[in-house]
């Protein structure tokens, strides 16, 4: 479905600037032009208003505001970084890097990966990493969240499932590696499941672990669901103990211009990394960041406290 929106969007934009470089052209090419630029790069428009909200909201949170110079840094980072994934690898390529679970996985001692996306995300997001997976020989399995919009408790069968594959593939739990609303999904579904035993950890990037100020503009079920102090969030924090807290790492970033303010992204008896200056879909793919996240997976191999059934 995700995929099917935003090729529909693409073709959307595409047809705008052509319709209005064709209707100026003979009035003033330059116009065309710039006319056409506007239309195809207004998502930058849109990251931009963004990050000028995440400074009024972090300041107003009491954070301290950033300085005009650091934003661009980070809005010209997420420039770059956003289209990748949602004009190229989602909409078009989003099982580019299939699941890789090989019958013979739990003889080579390889722990396996769940990856669980964001909101308005599918499984084509985490293609960089799946690659780099592939390679290793290590087993993984990438889910893709339905329906889009639905409500996070409603997408913890798909990691149940996803759990299960890769349990049953290597005899081992999983790592789960999850991305902004994918963090608070993985807990969901820790809570519905009662599944701490069947996960050996949880690695969030980005992921609204006490909600966002920007939830607040969306009317969708799991947008009032990451609401800062939702009831949805406070009867998951209630339902959490300190093990349960201890089997996550949580990155989180100063200049994330989706979940602010930063504070909000770390999770109280968690590890908690703050990286600076990254954005919110830059952060989850800075050499560093990903370089870090799979050394810490490949410390968990072949440690089996963890069994799944």
Known sequence: MLAR????????????????????????????????????????MVLAMEFVLMRVGS?????????WRSLSRAWLGEVLAAPRVFFWRQPFFSDA???FVPDNAAVK?????????????????????????????????????????????????????????????TGMAPVLVCHSMGGLVARAWLRACDADSRV???????????????AHLGQSTSARQMRPDS???????????????????????????????????RLEGAQNRLV????????????GVVRD?????GQQDRKESSQCP
Do not use: K
Request: with cysteine.
């Open 293 to 297: 996240c799979l050394a810490r997976i």
């Open 109 to 169: 001692g390889l722990r396996g990966v769940v990856f669980i996306h964001g909101i308005v995300c599918n499984r084509g997001f985490w293609t960089p990493w799946l690659l780099r997976l592939r390679e290793q020989g290590r087993p993984f399995v990438a889910v893709s969240l339905e329906p889009v919009f639905g409500s996070i408790d409603g997408y913890a069968p798909q990691i149940d499932a996803a759990v299960r594959r890769l349990a049953q593939s």
């Open 200 to 214: 050996h950890h949880v690695l969030t990037l980005g992921t609204p672990h006490r909600g966002t100020w920007l």
């Open 5 to 44: 929106i935003q090729q529909a969007l693409i073709a959307f934009l595409c047809l705008g600037a052509i319709v209005w470089a064709w209707a100026w052209w003979r009035v003033s090419p330059a116009m065309a032009m710039a006319g056409a630029l506007a239309i195809a790069f207004s998502y930058a």
């Open 231 to 265: 009831g949805w969030l406070q009867l998951l924090e209630r339902a959490e103990s300190p093990a349960r807290r201890a089997l996550f790492s949580c990155w989180y970033s100063d200049f994330d211009n989706i979940v602010f303010p930063a504070a909000n992204a």
């Open 276 to 287: 600076s200056g990254l954005a919110h879909v830059q952060m989850a793919f800075d050499e």
């Open 97 to 99: 890097a299939p699941d």
């Open 59 to 67: 300041r107003q949170a009491g954070a301290g505001a950033a300085g």
